[in-house]
């Protein structure tokens, strides 16, 4: 490694005039979506027709902005709330594809990409840096393109586990000293916090858990100060975790795949949970493909996943990743997790969601999904679905029974509609 390896940096729009017209570029997400590279792409006036594919990013998104039409194309592999309308109108397309098998699609070269623009935490003494707060498919794409462009953050935290990324592999970067961007949750609500009491009585002693963002993951994790021994074999964590680690309540030592150790893919979320990563050697950052390998996980005992969903129907069919057409997230890794907790050994696939939407008018428990939505949990691998009013197990139930179920978990204002929906539609009169 060179000794002064921010002497040898270059400003942003001299790193990104290594793109070419036509280049396939792969963009880190999330925390370390490298925004000053973004950005001075999307000053270039002579590029034309670079693909870019990308989890979903936080900061810019000018690249799909009406102006860059042709110039630049957003392929979201999950979609973040800035793509979402630009997927609606066109201005960027989506791919369906399960997380755990987004790393092949560059290692593989059925995506053969000619650029990886990242974000990098400074080199140490052995001139590594490494991904920071998101491997999941960066590490694919660090591997595979035939440039890696970086930005070297000052502020991004050193990560350990399968995240390294030796500075001679990056052809060309800048250095910057820039916070990253921080996620930070509203106060939760009482539906949130009646669902996350529900999903916590679910959770045994030596429980191996997954869980997302947002307010239900963060209502469950904060009702979990009384349970002994839990691990986490996680896709993404965030701040809620924090406090189960340094309490003693997550150890790990249970965990047959990385025992004594937290395993994620990435973090998103303040500074706290960048601060809680930095160098810490009980948290292992991996590949989404081994974070998510459905049977790797499994190997673990107690898998409690928690995800969410947009609507279930009767049948138990999840739809997460749309409202009708217009997609809203993406596949990402419940399919994988969910499988993965249904195989392990006293292990617990969970579906939470609150009853309703739109501030009480519209159930999220329906009698069929909208047309266009996309099942990302089938109704042959949905067990555990839980709302405010009460938590059911599908697995193993007839149609009958699976409406029967989720119609006692919906809210008392639409059962009576449920029922007689779902009647008309099975044919046969419903209890009650």
Avoid at 134 to 144: G, K, L, R, W
Avoid at 176 to 190: A, C, K, N, V
Avoid at 378 to 391: K, P
Wanted: with cysteine.
């Amino acid at each position: 490694m060179k000794k002064d390896w921010q002497g040898a940096a270059v400003s942003a729009d001299e790193a990104v005039s290594h793109i070419k017209s036509g280049d396939r570029v792969f963009v880190h997400g999330a925390s370390a979506t490298p925004g000053e590279l973004l950005d001075a792409m999307c000053r270039r006036t002579d590029l034309e027709g670079v693909t870019l594919y990308h989890l979903h990013t936080t900061g810019t998104a000018s690249f799909v902005d009406k102006e860059h039409a042709g110039r630049f194309t957003s392929v979201s592999l999950f979609a973040g709330p800035q793509l979402r309308a630009p997927i609606a109108e066109g201005r960027a397309d989506f791919m369906p594809i399960f997380l755990s098998d987004i790393p092949s699609l560059f290692t593989s070269g059925r995506i053969q990409l000619d650029v990886a623009l990242l974000s990098l935490s400074p080199p140490n003494r052995h001139g590594d840096c490494t991904l920071g707060t998101s491997v999941d498919a960066a590490m694919a794409a660090a591997c595979s393109a035939r440039k890696v462009i970086a930005q070297i953050n000052a502020k991004m935290p050193r990560t350990l586990g399968h995240s390294v990324v030796p500075i001679e592999r990056v052809s060309v970067y800048t250095s910057i000293d820039r916070e990253l961007p921080e996620h930070r949750m509203s106060e939760r609500s009482e539906v949130e916090d009646q669902i996350g009491e529900r999903v916590a009585q679910l959770v045994d002693d030596g429980a191996c858990l997954q869980m997302g963002i947002g307010a239900i993951p963060d209502a469950v994790l904060a009702r979990l100060g009384d349970k002994l021994e839990l691990g986490v074999h996680t896709e993404m964590f965030s701040d809620g975790l924090i406090p189960l680690v340094e309490g003693g309540v997550v150890t790990n030592r249970r965990k047959k795949v990385h025992a004594g150790r937290t395993v994620t893919s990435f973090v998103t979320g303040t500074r706290a949970v960048y601060d809680f990563v930095d160098d810490n050697q009980t948290i292992e950052f991996h590949p989404c493909d081994r974070t998510n390998d459905t049977w790797l996980i499994a190997k673990n005992e107690r898998v409690v996943a928690i995800n969410s969903a947009i609507e279930i129907d009767l049948s138990g069919q999840v739809c997460a990743d749309s409202m009708g057409h217009t997609i809203y997230s993406g596949i990402g890794g419940q399919m994988d997790f969910i499988r993965a907790a249904a195989r392990s050994r006293g292990g617990k696939p969970i579906i939470a969601l609150p009853s309703t939407a739109a501030r009480g008018k519209v159930s999220r428990i329906v009698p069929s999904l909208k047309e266009g939505a996309g099942v990302v949990t089938t109704r042959g691998h949905v067990h555990w679905v839980v709302t405010e009013h009460g938590a059911v197990n599908l697995h193993g139930r007839t149609l009958r029974e699976r409406g029967e179920a989720l119609i006692s978990v919906a809210h008392p204002d639409f059962r009576a509609e449920l029922r007689r929906q779902f009647a008309d539609l099975r044919h046969f009169p419903m209890s009650g």
